[in-house]
């Protein structure tokens, strides 16, 4: 040893002799109580640190290597990304209970932690050990992660932090806090016990009995160790609880469940406990890493090989030969260590002793004589006997890929950063005040009066996509024209009969229809005038399927105010909760809307009994029917009596009978066709009125208006919101509030990340 060993040597000796017999309270779980301080101390005395080896490993890695393991380590301990798939490297110790993993993570790291022969890790132990830079101090943090708990609950006590200038007071003082934070842990215990029965047969009457309850054991919190250290190069491991064989249920899945959750990282490095006396096909871990496919990342780590008997001897060494045929060959090998037995601990036997006896061992003539009588097992390398060897190897395996991963570790963050980013600003600001949440209203309400304005003005969003719902404009005009379209063209129910008597081919004619209805409303009015309700009756009967294609166009109107104002709303509020609340905060009145576009529509509708008209258009379209008409009539007398002058120049009786003819069915029909031109000139003028009506009056004025439905979520409604409704509208729900806090502390933990990424790249740079 060093110098500095030395000295540390010489104060332990001193206090031992000062307090020896003191009657200090601190016994590790599994060791025997005794009143020498002394004796209990060398088990954990700091000079248990090999400053050599430390050199070497520190060496091996370098300067920029420690502080970017340093630097891994950081993000990994953030406790808000532990939740990603960031895949950080790292070491895991996995094993079955009372296979000595506590007693090689005591060796690997030369810190102080308990060591018994029974269940003695009921939690996961992080532990972080740094090498103390020029301007720090010694000193630790010992703290828990509460995971898991289901339910909110209090860590079972406080951080527990001690910096000194003294490596060997921390030391004494990281003994206790440690064994003290073990001891606390046990009163965790978040999992009710757990009642079982038994049936027992006594002459053939089965009975149930009662066994004691299974209280659970193991925790899924986590109890993180850092140390600061000097002469220390960095390392950091992950003990996870044995597997449990027997005992409560809970206990054997969850020992499971956690040894998988830190395995499934496809980056750790898994550190496999076997005891060398112990079957191979009867070790949990190695079907669970086979199940994680991490075969190519587990190093096998035999433990307790002084106990192991010859029958032992041919499994034992051909796992340390490690041939790639073998059935349990990993790729980073197996190694072999010793343990210090149950009475090396209770004698205080220092770790300086442990590592010398374990050399002793791996060069002993037991040893020795099994090479001897198995020649082939000679070939052996030594690297892989003994602790220090298992260090190196870890280390190097774990700065390989820290290295190799950390472009990809850092590259991940950045688009976590990207993407956490985005869905907070998809949030928008906190709202939990009425002025907040006015604001946010109000910023909603902005984006969407200006989308409104770009549907009806024809800015549209989509260009490209005609079919496109937010083209109300454009879905509008289409149906106008189709409306128009069908009013002037399919909405007859008796065709315009421009001659003087109907087709032969219709089975009642207009004309003919026209004469029965006259007939059927004849009433007190002088003999040859028409009657009174005549061409009221006609117009209604003429235009009755108006109102069907009228309902039709304002339906397909509706319906495209609806589908624009539900794409609308999406585009400008992103939050589906919100969303549907405005959405129901509006109901009525959007409901109130329609209601009276539709009275609007009844009103025109009921209007088409009044059929005066002062357009001018009017006469002019009854000239333009009854010239032609008369016209002819003209041309008829004229042609007959041409005829008859030809027929019979002695015979003008002949004539005149025939021109008299004539006439009178001209007579006879004339009120008939007046009626029928003043009907076609009353439509022409009446029809494009009608859609005139329709297309302003309702879909204009009450379904596109200021107060159609488009409309109503607009400044003065948010204005007069209570603050009750504005809470209960736009306030934000227990889950989005949660939401939101774990995407804050997920992006603080990205950005603290970062900048220590950035950092220690520019450094690398720098140098």
């Keep these: 040893m060093n110098g500095d060993s030395d000295d540390t040597r010489s104060q332990l000796k001193d206090l031992s002799n000062s307090q020896k017999d003191s009657g200090s309270s601190f016994v590790a779980p599994g060791i025997q109580k005794t009143n020498s301080w ?20 520190g060496k091996m890695m370098g300067d920029d290597g420690e502080k970017l393991l340093a630097l891994v380590d950081d993000i990994r301990q953030i406790d808000s990304l532990r939740n990603e798939e960031l895949y950080i490297p790292q070491i895991v110790v996995i094993g079955a209970t009372s296979t000595g993993k506590s007693s090689v993570l005591q060796a690997l790291t030369r810190l102080p932690f308990p060591v018994a022969d029974g269940l003695c890790t009921r939690f996961v132990t992080e532990t972080t050990i740094r090498r103390c830079g020029p301007s720090e101090i010694p000193g630790y943090k010992i703290e828990v992660k509460m995971d898991g708990s289901g339910i909110s609950q209090d860590a079972p006590f406080q951080p527990k932090t001690f910096e000194s200038d003294q490596w060997v007071d921390v030391y004494q003082k990281l003994r206790e806090d440690i064994n003290d934070a ?49 002469n220390q190069a960095h390392f950091s491991i992950v003990d ?13 899945q969850l020992s499971i469940e956690l040894a998988r959750q830190y395995t499934k990282n496809k980056e750790a490095i898994v550190l496999a406990i076997s005891p060398a006396v112990d079957a191979m096909a009867n070790q949990k871990w190695l079907n669970l890493v086979m199940e994680e496919r991490a075969l190519d990342r587990t190093i096998g780590v035999i433990t ?42 209770q004698d205080g036997e ?8 374990e050399d002793e061992f791996f060069g002993s003539r037991k040893w020795k004589e099994v090479t001897l009588k198995f020649p082939a097992w000679d070939s052996i390398d030594p690297k892989v006997l003994g602790i220090q060897g298992l260090k190196r190897t870890l280390q190097g395996h774990l700065y390989k890929r820290v290295k190799e991963n950390f472009p990809r570790l850092r590259s991940k963050m950045r688009s976590l950063e990207i993407e956490y980013n985005t869905k907070v600003q998809s949030m928008g600001d906190p709202r939990d005040e ?9 910023a909603i309400q902005t984006i969407y009066e200006t989308e409104v304005e770009r549907s009806l003005n024809g800015d549209y969003r989509f260009v490209d996509n005609p079919e496109h719902p937010s083209r109300l404009r454009y879905h509008i005009k289409t149906f106008n024209d189709q409306f128009e379209s069908e009013i002037q063209h399919n909405a007859l129910k008796y065709g315009w009969q421009v001659n003087d008597h109907d087709d032969e081919a219709d089975k009642m004619g207009i004309l003919t229809w026209i004469n029965n209805t006259w007939d059927a409303h004849r009433g007190s009015e002088p003999r040859h005038d028409a009657p009174q309700s005549l061409k009221k009756a006609l117009v209604k009967q003429q235009t009755e399927s108006w109102e069907t294609k009228t309902y039709f166009y304002i339906q397909q109107v509706e319906d495209a105010i609806k589908a624009c104002n539900d794409d609308l709303f999406a585009f400008v509020c992103k939050d589906d909760a919100l969303r549907l609340k405005i959405r129901e905060k509006l109901e009525e009145q959007e409901k109130k809307a329609f209601e009276d576009a539709k009275t ?7 209007d088409r009994d009044y059929i005066d008209s002062w357009n001018p258009q009017l006469e002019i379209f009854i000239v333009q029917c009854q010239r032609p008409r008369i016209e002819r009539q003209m041309k008829a007398q004229l042609a007959q009596q041409k005829k008859g002058q030809a027929a019979g120049a002695g015979s003008p009786e002949t004539s005149v009978d025939q021109v008299s003819a004539r006439e009178q069915f001209y007579v006879n029909n004339k009120k008939v066709y007046e009626v029928h031109d003043w009907l076609l000139a009353y439509w022409k003028v009446a029809y494009p009125r009608f859609v005139d009506n329709i297309i302003i009056q309702v879909v204009e004025r009450h379904l596109l208006g200021q107060n159609g439905p488009l409309r109503l979520f607009n400044r003065n409604w948010i204005l007069k919101l209570k603050d009750e409704e504005l809470r209960e509208l736009v306030g934000e729900n227990d889950e989005t509030r949660a939401a939101r806090r774990d995407l804050k502390e997920r992006l603080d933990g990205l950005k603290n990340a970062l900048q220590k990424a950035d950092i220690a790249l520019r450094s690398r740079t720098d140098g």
Excluded: C
Aim: charged share 30%; glycine share 2%.
């Design 38 to 57: 002394f004796t209990r101390s060398k088990l954990l005395s700091p000079e248990f640190s090999n400053i050599k080896d430390e050199a070497e490993l």
């Design 350 to 357: 220092l770790f300086e002793e442990r590592d010398k006896k």
């Design 304 to 345: 307790k090989t002084d106990r192991a008997q010859e029958a032992d001897y041919e499994t034992l060494f051909n796992l340390l030969r490690n041939r790639p045929d073998s059935e349990y060959h990993l790729k980073l090998g197996w190694f072999a260590v010793r343990n210090r037995s149950s009475q090396e601990i």
């Design 600 to 606: 609007e529509l009844h009103n025109i509708l009921a």
């Design 182 to 230: 073990f001891d606390k842990m046990k009163l965790t215990n978040p999992l009710p016990p757990r009642a079982s029965k038994v049936v027992q047969v006594k002459h053939g009457i089965s009975s149930a009995d009662q066994r004691p309850a299974l209280i659970p054991q193991l925790l899924k919190h986590r109890l993180q160790i850092t140390v600061q250290k000097p």
């Design 240 to 252: 996870i609880p044995g597997f449990v064989s027997s005992g409560a249920a809970e206990d054997i």
């Design 434 to 442: 009425p002025l907040d949440q006015r604001v946010y209203l109000s």
